[in-house]
């Protein structure tokens, strides 16, 4: 990688959140729950949902003809797609397949991957090498998520974390120098139990733990995920640092998957930073899983909160459990 002729990096990016907003007072409405409790306990004011026969693809389809038109390119002009995704429409077709069906990128390839709110950290380390080996030339990772579709609204414990939204950019060689320094992904899957999501089985203790009649909805262990989140958030930023040989004084902006508030804020002292460092947009849009990073960075990006030559770094958590971040020189 260091005899490389080039970098790689970002060449477009756009995101997509659906139009309907559920604000804290309408969740007054619908559980035992209050603003100021949301608010105090998470920093999630208002998030975005789909209408219950909307689905999710139609978000990563935008997402994904802003990015490509972001970078200058075609559909045509893309020749692999990986969607990020922990709430599919369908297990098959993929959405990977689906966009690019409906995007009209007749010469990619396309895949899904799951690493749950990690996933898109998860892409872009299986994107760089595809680049850097010349088997790819132009990628397009998309994170599409839908986690309404399968959150408990009589839950007040998780109903006021989530939302639903698409983030994508598209990867490919940049000017030396610039774009992807390094990427650091993990798993610990000892510890998944404490955020699941059924799909086509259930053990005894998953069933149990959903109350209601609808099993198939999002638990979560929100104090044993809090534990691991501030942790692992904190090392991860620290481990892409040290294999990188920068220091967090160089690094301008992080952008941490849009979780919590507290946990955001809990990583920040951890490292000794000011809470300012860490770009945050959950108030108006709550967890949207994979979705986040992508988002928050296009934000970031159009708000010109980084500029050409300045250190982003991305940093995830999520379910199976999974971390991971990438250090990125900025090319735009």
Known sequence: MDNQSFGIGILGIGSCLPERVITNYDLEK???TTNDWIVKRT?????RILGKDEPAYKLGVKAAKKAIDDAGLKPEDIDFIIVTTSTPDYLTPSMSCIIQSEIGAVNAAAVDINAACTGFIYALKIAEPLISSGCYKKILLISCESL???????????CVLFGD??????????????????TCVGADGSIGHNLTIPCCYMNSSDIEKRTHENKRVLWMDGSEVFKFAVKAMADAIVKVLENSNFSIEDVKLIIPHQANIRIIDGAAKKLGISLGKMYTNLQKYGNISSASIPVALNE???????????LAILVGFGGGLTWGSTLIKWNR
């Open 148 to 158: 309404s579709k399968v959150t408990d609204w009589e839950d007040r414990a998780t």
């Open 165 to 182: 939204g698409a983030g994508a950019v598209v990867i490919g060689a940049v000017e030396k120098g610039l774009g992807i320094v390094k």
């Open 30 to 32: 619908m559980v035992d």
């Open 43 to 47: 920093g999630i004011s208002e998030r």
């Open 300 to 310: 970031a990006h159009d708000l010109n909160l980084i500029e050409k030559g300045e």
